[in-house]
């Protein structure tokens, strides 16, 4: 298979991880006062039942897509398990193209599907540090 031409180094991903501590990681962490994941885990397992789950259930597999949203635990939700109370997460949610016309050239072509469930439950790198 030849590498996916959206494929970065990893002194570009390094830099990506840098700037985002340098710019938001130390004031999240003045905010919240104590230290956050900065990443989140999936197996590929868990990545292909969930993109198999949102092709079977999208009316156009073809403008099928999935977007990364950034999520934090309640720290007092006891349906939360406690290592994760007051962490953040990600989740993906499906999502589909907008018809035709109905968006400009500075908006999204795309937007979210509330007909499938967004996924969750990822594993928090820890510790927390810069890639």
Request: glycine residues 8%.
């Amino acid at each position: 298979m030849e590498k996916p031409k959206k494929c970065i180094s990893r002194s570009e991903a390094g830099n990506l991880s840098k700037t985002w501590w340098n710019s938001r990681g130390e004031a999240i962490k003045g905010a919240i006062k104590h230290e956050d994941v900065c990443a989140v885990n999936f197996s590929i397992a868990e990545l292909e039942e969930y993109i198999a789950y949102v092709k079977e259930n999208s009316e156009d597999t073809e403008g099928a897509g999935i977007s990364i949203w950034l999520g934090s635990y309640p720290k007092d939700d006891e349906k939360v398990p406690k290592k994760k109370r007051g962490y953040s997460t990600v989740f993906l949610s499906p999502t589909k193209k907008k018809a035709t016309g109905t968006y400009t050239e500075d908006e999204n072509d795309f937007e979210e599907n509330e007909d499938i469930d967004p996924y969750n439950d990822g594993q928090g790198v820890w510790p927390p540090g810069i890639y």
